[in-house]
C-alpha cells in the first residue's frame, strides 16, 4: 500500500502538540489540533504563535491549524493520513484516546506518539492488528522548529512501508534529521544526553567544581550548546530532567552505569523548593534585578558570579577550531582537564556500551546527540578526534572498563570509528565487526567526502575551490581564524575570482557558494577593517570595497548560473556575497541581515544595491513610484532588520519570491547544485540596470524630515541621524537621480562605495567598531 500524507491530526496542544502543528503548518501541511475542549485547543495554538523562539516561519502560517476537541471533532481524523499523539506523558491517558480514536480511523491511517520513553509495546498492546501496523513512535525535540533531530521507533508489527513513509516525510517535508531508535527508555539521544548531564552533576560536586565552572568547561568550549549544563538545566527544566533521568534509573535496571542517573541530593532539595529554572524563575542560575546569581551547590545559597580561570582554558581557548581545544583541554593537567577528561571519556564508554541496546551503530548515535543536543560532534567523532588508541589506553591505565567491542576494533587494525574511502564515508559496525558504508542518500552532499572523489581545484586557508559532479563547481567558505562564524575575507574573495575565471574557461556549467559550517558568514573582517582605519589608509579602504563591490557585479552577470546556498546567521558582508548571486537557495532557518549600522557603516560590498533593486522588483506590479521602493530598502538597512526564517527574509528584501527555501539544511547544496544544472540550460545572463527611477532629492527631504522627528523624540541619537542622512543620500539616488532621469547599478555603486568610506573616517564609526570587536555588542553613541 502507498501512503502519502497530506492533512494531519496533533492530538494535544501543550508546548510540543502546538508547536509540532505549527512546524507542519511550516511545511505547508494543514492539521487539526485537537484538546480536551475547543477553548483549551485554542489557547494551545495562540500560545504557540506568541512563543519565543518563533515557532512559526510566519504568522500567518497560523491558518493553516484548525484546533479541535474530542468531543465534537472526531469524526474529522477521516480527512487526514496522519495522527501525532502527543498527549501527556501517561500510558493510561494515551491508551484511552487510542479507545477513543479507533471508531474514527479510516484503513491505512498512520498513528504514532510523541512520547519520550514509554515503550510502544506497553502502548499498544490488545489493539487490533491494523492499528498496531500503522503504529510509531515519532519522537520531536523542542522547540520542533529549531531542533533537527527525529528519532523514529517502530513496533514489532509495524509495517516497513509506513516506516519509510515517514522517514521520507521527516526528511523532505518536515526538514528533519532521522535517527532509528529501539524501544527502550529515553531511546537515543535523552538516554545518552541526560547521562551525560547526570554525569557532569555528579563530577562537578566530587571535584569541587562551581555553577559558573562547570559551564565555562561543557559549552561552546568544547563544540557543545552556549547553554551548556546547568543553564540547560534551567531551560529544559529541572522537573523535566529529574523524571527522565528517573525514567532510566527505573527502567533500565541491567545498566551498568544505573546509578548515574539517581538525583543527587542538591537537585532533589530543588525540586522540593519549587526551583524548577527558566519557568519558575530560578534554578541553578537567578536573575535579581539586572544581575544573575549562581547557586553555590553546597549551601543552595544565591551568590553573585565569578570569573572563571583555568590555565589550560585561557591557554586553549582561542584555538579557532573545536577538535584542537578537544584535545588539548581533554589531556591537560589542571582541574579543569581533568574534569573534561572525565566527563568526556565516561561518556564515550556509556555510549559505547549502549549498542546495540538503543541503537545498531556508531552513525545513529552521533547524529542523535547533534541532532538532539547540539553537539558540534558525536560521541564516536568525538573519541576519533581525541584518538582512539590513545584515549582506550589512558583509559584501561585508570580502571576505565572498554566496551570489548572497541577493543576488537583496535585488534582488527581499525584505528578510528570513521574513515572516508574512495568517495565514501565509512564506519565501523561493531555487530558486524567489519568498516561499513554509510547509507547513500542523494540528496545529502558532504563536502568532505565530495573533497575525496576528485581532486581539489585551488584552495587557501578561507575557502575551496572544488567539484560536485555533472559540471558544477563550489567555492566552499571556511574561515580559519573563525570557522564557526566564517567572516569574509580577502582570501574568500580571491578564490571566488579564480573560479570566475577558471569556470568559462574550462566550460564548467555553474557555481555555488556555500558552507557546512555552523553558520554561513557573520560578514566582512572587521578587524581587518579595523586595522586599515587605525593606518588612516583610505585608499585602501575604498580599493577593497571596490573589490568587493566589482566582484559581485561579476558574480550577478557571470555568463553561467551562481547560486549561493545561505543559512543562519547570514549578516553584513555575508549577505552581500550571497545576494550577488544570480539565485539563492535559503535553509528555511535563515537569519539574514544587512546589520552594519550597528557598527556605524552602511553595506559596502553591493548590499544597498541588492536591498533596493529586489524591492523595486517586487513592488513593480503595484506601479508604486519611486520612492516606496527607497522608503522599503532604507527601513530594511537602518534599522539593521534581521529576519527570523527564509520567508520573513523575502518581506524584508534580502530574498525575492523567484529565491528557493528548503527546510533541511542537510539538502541545501544538492538543492543548489540541482537549481545550477536547471539554469545552466540555455543559459542567457542578465544585464546590469540602466534605467533605474528613484525619487531624488525630493524623497530624501522626505526621509530626512522622519530622522529629524525620531531625533527630537530621543529614538535615535545624532549619530544615528548622521548615518540615516548617507544612507538617504545613496538610496535616493544622490544629486543626479529623480522621478524623471534615471540613474545606473554602477552610480548607486559609487555612491554606496563614498558613504562607505566616509562612515570609516568618522571617529563614532570607529569607537562603534572597536565596541563590536571587544563585546560583541552594538554601541549607541
Not at 502546538?18 to 489557547?43: C, M, R, T, Y
Not at 546495540?356 to 538532539?372: Q, R
Not at 524623497?699 to 538617504?728: H, N, P, T, W
Not at 545606473?744 to 570587536?773: G, N, S, W
Request: proline content about 6%; glycine content about 8%.
Amino acid at each position: 500500500m502507498a501512503y502519502s500524507i497530506k492533512k494531519v491530526a496533533v492530538m494535544g496542544t501543550g508546548v510540543m502538540g502546538s508547536q509540532i502543528a505549527a512546524h507542519l503548518a511550516n511545511a505547508g501541511i494543514p492539521s487539526l489540533a485537537f484538546d480536551i475542549s475547543q477553548e483549551v485547543a485554542e489557547k494551545g495554538i495562540q500560545m504557540a504563535a506568541s512563543i519565543k523562539p518563533a515557532a512559526f516561519y510566519d504568522p500567518k502560517f497560523i491558518q493553516r491549524i484548525q484546533p479541535c476537541n474530542y468531543d465534537d471533532h472526531l469524526h474529522l481524523l477521516k480527512e487526514v493520513d496522519w495522527v501525532i499523539e502527543a498527549v501527556v506523558e501517561r500510558l493510561d491517558i494515551k491508551r484511552a484516546l487510542f479507545e477513543r480514536m479507533l471508531p474514527h480511523l479510516r484503513p491505512g491511517n498512520i498513528v504514532t506518539s510523541n512520547t519520550s520513553g514509554i515503550s510502544i509495546q506497553e502502548m499498544i498492546q490488545g489493539f487490533p492488528e491494523s492499528f498496531r501496523q500503522h503504529f510509531m513512535v515519532t519522537h520531536f525535540f523542542n522547540p520542533p522548529r529549531y531542533m533537527h533531530l527525529l528519532e523514529l521507533v517502530s513496533g514489532d508489527d509495524t509495517l516497513p512501508e509506513v516506516l519509510q513513509t515517514l522517514v521520507t516525510f521527516g526528511e523532505n517535508v518536515l526538514g528533519k534529521g532521522i535517527v532509528y531508535a529501539k524501544d527502550t527508555p529515553n531511546f537515543i539521544a535523552n538516554r545518552i544526553g541526560v547521562y551525560g548531564m547526570m554525569l557532569t552533576l555528579r563530577l562537578a560536586r566530587e571535584m569541587g567544581l562551581t555553577v559558573d565552572e562547570v559551564d565555562a568547561l561543557t559549552g561552546t568550549l568544547i563544540g557543545r550548546p552556549k547553554s551548556a549544563t546547568f543553564r540547560t538545566a534551567d531551560v529544559v527544566g529541572l522537573d523535566t530532567l529529574a523524571h527522565v533521568a528517573n525514567t532510566a534509573y527505573q527502567k533500565c535496571t541491567t545498566d551498568e552505569a544505573r546509578e548515574v542517573f539517581q538525583i543527587p541530593d542538591f537537585l532533589q532539595q530543588m525540586i522540593e523548593r519549587k526551583w524548577l529554572g527558566q519557568k519558575s524563575g530560578q534554578g541553578f542560575y537567578k536573575k535579581e534585578g539586572k544581575e544573575i546569581l549562581a547557586l553555590n551547590l553546597d549551601t543552595l545559597e544565591y551568590e553573585p558570579r565569578k570569573k572563571v580561570a583555568f590555565d589550560s582554558v585561557q591557554q586553549f581557548k582561542r584555538l579557532p577550531r573545536t577538535e584542537d581545544r578537544l584535545r588539548s583541554l581533554a589531556f591537560a593537567s589542571d582541574k579543569a582537564g581533568k574534569f573534561i577528561w572525565e566527563v568526556l571519556a565516561n561518556t564515550l564508554i556509556y555510549a559505547a556500551n549502549r549498542i546495540p541496546e538503543i541503537a545498531d551503530d556508531v552513525l545513529n548515535i552521533d547524529n542523535a546527540m547533534k541532532w538532539g543536543f547540539g553537539w558540534e560532534f558525536g560521541p564516536f567523532e568525538t573519541w576519533d578526534i581525541l584518538g582512539v588508541e590513545q584515549t582506550v589506553q589512558r583509559m584501561e591505565e585508570e580502571g576505565k572498563a572498554v566496551p570489548e567491542w572497541v577493543r576488537t576494533m583496535l585488534q582488527k587494525g581499525q584505528r578510528s570509528f570513521y574513515t572516508i574511502q574512495e568517495g565514501k564515508l565509512i564506519f565501523y559496525d561493531p555487530l558486524k565487526q567489519t568498516p561499513t558504508p554509510a547509507p547513500d542518500n542523494p540528496r545529502v552532499i558532504r563536502l568532505k567526502v565530495e573533497k575525496s572523489r576528485r581532486p581539489i581545484i585551488a584552495e587557501n586557508g578561507s575557502a575551496t575551490l572544488l567539484e560536485l559532479g555533472d559540471g558544477v563547481l563550489m567555492v566552499e567558505l571556511h574561515s580559519k581564524y573563525q570557522p564557526n562564524m566564517n567572516p569574509i575575507d580577502d582570501e574568500m574573495l580571491a578564490l571566488i575570482g579564480q573560479a570566475l575565471r577558471i569556470i568559462p574557461q574550462k566550460g564548467y556549467r555553474g557555481l555555488v557558494i556555500g558552507t557546512q559550517a555552523q553558520n554561513f558568514s557573520v560578514g566582512a573582517n572587521l578587524a581587518m577593517i579595523l586595522e586599515l582605519i587605525k593606518q588612516q589608509a583610505w585608499e585602501k579602504v575604498e580599493a577593497l570595497s571596490k573589490t568587493f563591490q566589482d566582484l559581485g557585479q561579476a558574480l550577478k552577470y557571470a555568463p553561467f548560473p551562481v547560486v549561493s546556498a545561505p543559512f543562519n546567521m547570514t549578516l553584513g558582508g555575508g549577505f552581500e556575497i550571497s545576494a550577488a548571486a544570480d539565485r539563492m537557495v535559503a535553509c528555511a532557518e535563515l537569519y539574514v541581515g544587512a546589520v552594519e549600522v550597528g557598527v556605524g557603516l552602511i553595506p559596502g560590498a553591493g548590499g544597498t544595491l541588492r536591498i533596493l533593486l529586489n524591492f523595486i522588483r517586487m513592488m513593480q506590479p503595484m506601479r508604486s513610484g519611486p520612492f516606496p521602493p527607497v522608503q522599503k530598502a532604507f527601513e530594511t538597512i537602518a534599522y539593521a532588520k534581521v529576519s527570523s526564517s527564509a520567508a520573513e527574509a523575502i518581506k524584508m528584501g534580502y530574498l525575492t519570491p523567484e529565491d528557493s527555501i528548503v527546510i533541511n539544511p542537510d539538502h541545501l547544496i544538492y538543492e543548489a547544485k540541482q537549481l545550477v544544472l536547471k539554469l545552466a540550460e540555455g543559459y542567457t545572463p542578465p544585464e546590469p540596470q540602466k534605467e533605474i527611477y528613484l525619487p531624488g532629492e525630493g524623497g530624501r527631504l522626505v526621509i530626512e524630515a522622519s530622522l529629524d522627528d525620531m531625533r527630537k523624540r530621543g529614538l535615535i541619537s545624532d549619530y544615528d541621524r548622521f548615518i540615516g542622512q548617507k544612507l538617504a543620500y545613496v538610496l535616493t539616488g544622490g544629486d543626479k537621480a529623480s522621478p524623471t532621469n534615471p540613474v545606473d547599478e554602477q552610480y548607486l555603486l559609487d555612491l554606496e562605495r563614498e558613504a562607505f568610506v566616509t562612515l570609516c573616517q568618522q571617529p563614532k564609526t570607529q569607537e562603534r567598531i572597536v565596541h563590536m570587536l571587544k563585546t560583541g555588542k552594538p554601541l549607541r553613541n
